[in-house]
């Protein structure tokens, strides 16, 4: 059957090299799928356009006090050598996205699909890879290298990562149940959840009852995290509040979707550094915070 299956596609491409018909897309010429130039400059940025996100390194949590004097919680984010792997284009796979790699591997600890990967696109060998949807006009070309300057302060970003696991835990821990009581006849069960269903009208436990079980390891999403401080030099990302995971966990950052930011402010489709920056000596910049002390009382 296996024969059989290669004489029936080899005639199909056959077919398809022959005629002008829509079973083009088998032929193996590499002159039928049309290459795209993507050329890596600044561009306007549209209210319908979404730019790639980035992949960062999360290295624990501390605080700020601003010029106000207001403590700030702060998250401090990694941007550790982010660069584009891949690009899919409408004419090969019928999409926009950008692949982007993060980090640094060494071959021995790949697999050889994944060197293959990396030897095919001529990128560096990478720790760390995701997909990011995009629009047609803010794709970039394959090797493009993306810092933390793609964000800018005082705008809100999603950040996704996968929360800390806390192994089997109770329904008390797990779902925020009451639990019974500590007296009054409670007997080995103060942290019970209690009844899990009916007696005979349904002779059974629903599905999705809250009970003990698995808890943490989950893909979550804060949304409308603000970013109150970058530092080129060193590629750190200051962010208010907690992010999921635990500290040197990957997480991946993308432009709000609620809280918009303005777009005549951020670099489109990325930041691209004039050829005279020195980059060692840039120092931080932070997010705008006003000329009015929010601590005084004003009429």
Known sequence: MFALSRSFISRLQRFAIDSPSPLRFLSSDAAAIQTRIIDPKPGLMTPDSKRTGLIAVKCGMSALWDKWGARIPITVLWVDDNIVSQVKTPEKEGFCSLQIGCGQKKEKHLTK????????????LKRKLKEFPVTEDALLPVGTSLNVRHFVPGQYVDITGITKGKGFQGAMKRHGFKGMPASHGASLSHRSLGSTGHLTSSGRVFKGKKMPGRMGGDQRTVKNVWVYKID??????????????????????????????DISLLPFPTYFAPEDEDTDNLK??????????????TD
Not at 113 to 124: D, L, M, N, T
Not at 245 to 253: K, P
Not at 286 to 297: H, K, M, Q, S
């Open 113 to 124: 699909p994944e060197v293959g990967h990396f030897r095919a696109q001529g990128v560096p």
């Open 232 to 261: 080129p030099a060193r590629n750190l990302m200051w962010v208010k509040g907690q992010v999921p995971g635990a500290t040197g966990n990957f997480v991946f950052i993308k432009d709000a979707v609620y809280e918009k930011p």
């Open 284 to 297: 931080p910049l932070v997010a705008e915070l006003g000329d009015v002390d929010p601590f005084i009382v």
